[in-house]
């Protein structure tokens, strides 16, 4: 059995989720970004491209004949049948493409810590699949603000896109460890390093087992 413990990263659109995964990856985790795998899989030429064309017609191609995901994120965030047909269409691919890469990783070290950062990992059930869950959290007007700020939303975009999503609430109940990052970037740092520190502790326990 390989050595490596499998951590599951998840959090609301905004909540610094990203941050967060970007300090786990200085300390030396491995990092499987769940979007980064779903935006290869919509690269024209994959089978999971032609099945979105299909379901969402030829008006979400861009004038390259790429998917526009602009267009397409539009599409979803105003319709949650078409969001869930979506996920419906993506998920087994993105699932087995993150469990690719795992493999890979494991091939070419024993032991480490990879976390896979995914947005929808409790509501696709995909969190069972891992040791650990970390949830990233913050206070919701600050996420508001940092969603207008990061994708030029007006406020009521902004609310629609975070109601959207499963109450942060449901998530922090199956959460093994939180980061709030309300607080300042080096209290988020702290909070990281904090748990870093005892996933190491907890693989080094899975490999004596």
Do not use: W
Request: aromatic fraction near 4%; hydrophobic fraction near 40%; proline fraction near 1%.
């Amino acid at each position: 059995m390989s050595g490596m413990l499998h951590v599951g990263l998840t959090g609301n659109i905004a909540s610094g989720k990203s941050y967060a995964a970007r300090l786990f990856a200085e300390m030396g985790a491995h990092i499987i970004d769940a979007d980064r795998v779903a935006h290869g899989l919509l690269c024209s030429g994959t089978k999971t491209c032609q099945k979105i064309i299909e379901a969402f017609g030829e008006q979400i191609l861009a004038s390259d004949g790429e998917i526009d995901r602009k267009e397409l994120g539009r599409i979803i965030f105003s319709n949650p049948e078409k969001r869930v047909r979506l996920n419906q269409l993506t998920h087994h691919d993105v699932g087995a493409e993150i469990l690719r890469q795992i493999f890979e990783l494991e091939q070419a070290s024993s032991r480490g810590i990879v976390i896979v950062d995914a947005a929808l990992i409790v509501e696709t059930g995909g969190y069972k699949m891992y040791d650990r869950l970390v949830v990233v959290t913050c206070d919701s007007s600050l996420q508001i603000a940092r969603l207008m700020s990061r994708d030029q939303l007006s406020e009521t975009e902004a609310k629609a896109r975070m109601s959207s999503q499963m109450p942060i609430e449901e998530k922090l109940k199956l959460a093994d460890y939180t980061i709030d990052t309300s607080g300042t970037l080096k209290q988020t740092r702290d909070q990281v390093e904090a748990i870093y520190r005892d996933l190491l502790i907890q693989e080094i326990r899975l490999k004596e087992h």
